[in-house]
C-alpha cells in the first residue's frame, strides 16, 4: 500500500510538479513591495555607463569658405551612470517611487549620477580639447531666423554677445558639463554683485567690496562635474544643493554645458507594470510623463 502510495505521489509531482514550481519561481519575478525582486531592479547588479565621443574639426577656416570639413573622432571618455529610483524629497520626506492605487502600476522618476571611469576612457576630458560647432551661436541663429522686424538687430547681439564665433576650441568636459560663454545667459537676470558686463560701465554703481561678494558667493558652491566617483547618499542626498541648469552665472561668468542639466536632475515620471496582477505585462510603460503618447513624431 505505502509503495503505491509513493507511486501516485511520484506521478502527481511527474505531471503537476513542473508547473508548480515555475508558478513558485513566477510569483517572485514580480516588483512587489520589499521583494528581492523590488531591490534588485532599484540596484542592478550590472554597471551601466554613459559612453561618449565627439568630431574634432581639423579645418573650421576652410569649412566657414564653404569647404568641406574634415573631422577626427575623440573618444570614448566614459561615465558610470548610476540611477536611482527611489531618491527621497528632502522637503517633503517622500520617496519618487509610488505604487499606485489601481494596483497594476508603478511610478518613479530616476535621477542620474555620472562619475568618470578613467579605466575605460582614452585619456583626460580636462585636458583633451576639441574643435566643435558653437552650439548657442547656432541655436540663436536659429531662434531669429523667422524674425520679422528687428532681425538685424538681434543677429548682431547674437554675434557680439559671448564667443561670437562659428567654432570654438574648447575641453571635452566642458563642452559636456560646462565652460564659460555668455550667449546661453542673455535671458537671465545677471547678479546685483557681478556689476556690469565686462566692457560696460555701471554709472549707479557703489563702492563695495565686490571681491569679498563674490568669494562668499562661490563658497557654498558644490563642484559637480562628472568627476571620478565619490562617496554619497545617493537616496537621502541634499540633491537641491547638486543639481544646476543648463545655462546660470557662476562667479559672475555664465557657465553652459550639453549635458550640464542631466547629472543628478530629477527626470520625468514614468509609470511601468508590476507584474503583481499580471506578470506578463511586467516591465511594459503605460504613462511617461502622465501621457500615454510620446508625442515626439
Known amino acids: 500500500v505505502l509503495g503505491c502510495l509513493v507511486m501516485v505521489l511520484g506521478l502527481v509531482v511527474l505531471v503537476a510538479g513542473q508547473g508548480l514550481v515555475e508558478g513558485a519561481i513566477l510569483k517572485t519575478m514580480a516588483l512587489s513591495p520589499g521583494s528581492d525582486r523590488l531591490r534588485s531592479w532599484l540596484s542592478p547588479p550590472v554597471q551601466a555607463h554613459l559612453t561618449t565621443y565627439s568630431f574634432h574639426v581639423t579645418n573650421p ?16 571618455f566614459t561615465y558610470k551612470a548610476v540611477t536611482i529610483k527611489d531618491s527621497v524629497d528632502k522637503n517633503t520626506g517622500k520617496e519618487n ?6 494596483g497594476d ?4 522618476r530616476p535621477r542620474k549620477f555620472y562619475f568618470f571611469d578613467r ?12 574643435t566643435v560647432p558653437n552650439i548657442p551661436l547656432l541655436t540663436g ?19 557680439n554677445t559671448g564667443l561670437g564665433t562659428p567654432f570654438i576650441n574648447v575641453s571635452f568636459t566642458g563642452l559636456l558639463w560646462g565652460y564659460n560663454d555668455e550667449l546661453p545667459c542673455l535671458s537671465h537676470t545677471r547678479p546685483d554683485e557681478c556689476g556690469a558686463p565686462e566692457g560696460e560701465i555701471d554709472i549707479f554703481a557703489e563702492d563695495s567690496d565686490d571681491e569679498w561678494k ?32 543648463k545655462a546660470e552665472y557662476v562667479d559672475c561668468k555664465c557657465e553652459w554645458g550639453l549635458f550640464r542639466d542631466r547629472n543628478v536632475t530629477l ?25 500615454p503618447n510620446m508625442n515626439w513624431w
Request: hydrophobic share 30%.
Open 61 to 76: 577656416e576652410a569649412v566657414m569658405q564653404g569647404k568641406k570639413p574634415i573631422v577626427k573622432e575623440v573618444g570614448p
Open 97 to 102: 517611487l509610488d505604487f499606485n492605487e489601481a
Open 105 to 108: 502600476t508603478l511610478t518613479y
Open 119 to 130: 579605466s575605460q576612457s582614452v585619456g583626460n576630458p580636462d585636458t583633451t580639447f576639441i
Open 141 to 159: 541663429f536659429t531662434k531669429i531666423r523667422d524674425m520679422g522686424w528687428g532681425k538685424g538687430t538681434a543677429a548682431d547681439v547674437v554675434k
Open 214 to 245: 563674490r568669494k562668499k558667493r562661490s563658497a557654498g558652491r558644490y563642484k559637480r562635474e562628472a568627476e571620478e566617483e565619490i562617496e554619497i547618499d545617493y537616496k537621502n542626498a541634499d540633491f537641491e544643493s547638486m543639481q544646476k541648469p
Open 267 to 291: 527626470r520625468k515620471p514614468v509609470k511601468i507594470h508590476h507584474g503583481m496582477a499580471d506578470l506578463s505585462k511586467k516591465g511594459w510603460v503605460e504613462e511617461f510623463n502622465f501621457s
